[in-house]
Nanobody
Framework: QVQLVESGGGLVQAGGSLKLSCTASGRTFSNYAMGWFRQAPGKEREFVARISKMGSSTLYAEPVKGRFTISRDNAKYTVYLQMTSLKPQDTAVYYC?????????????????WGQGTQVTVSS
């Protein structure tokens, strides 16, 4: 089992920045690729970004490319999501997730463990 706890969410004005953190406990963090997903009210959960086990490769959803950056610190068992140039449509609950498979995927159903989420609200 891997336990994931997100932090760093909050209220920010459009154009602002936030940095989310997700800290893991349990099994060896570097055994898992990590992803960020988000879910807005009334919408399905959607992929945001993914980082490989050692951080050598990343994958981003089109709406966040160039604005969000995913990174990880395996020594701290933490994955980050730096969000810049935030837009009201970025408002959602953001979740981190762990995937034991090395095959890169945007499919939420293939991730093994999930955090509880952190709310991000962007005001216009």
């Amino acid at each position: 089992q891997v336990q994931l706890v997100e932090s760093g969410g909050g209220l920010v004005q459009a154009g602002g920045s936030l940095k989310l953190s997700c800290t893991a406990s349990g099994r060896t963090f570097s055994n898992y690729a990590m992803g960020w997903f988000r879910q807005a009210p009334g919408k399905e959960r959607e992929f945001v970004a993914r980082i490989s086990k050692m951080g050598s490769s990343t994958l981003y959803a089109e709406p966040v490319k160039g604005r969000f950056t995913i990174s990880r610190d395996n020594a701290k068992y933490t994955v980050y999501l730096q969000m810049t140039s935030l837009k009201p449509q970025d408002t959602a609950v953001y979740y981190c997730a762990a995937d034991q498979s090395p095959i890169s995927t945007m499919n939420a159903r293939l991730y093994d463990f999930w955090g509880q989420g952190t709310q991000v609200t962007v005001s216009s």
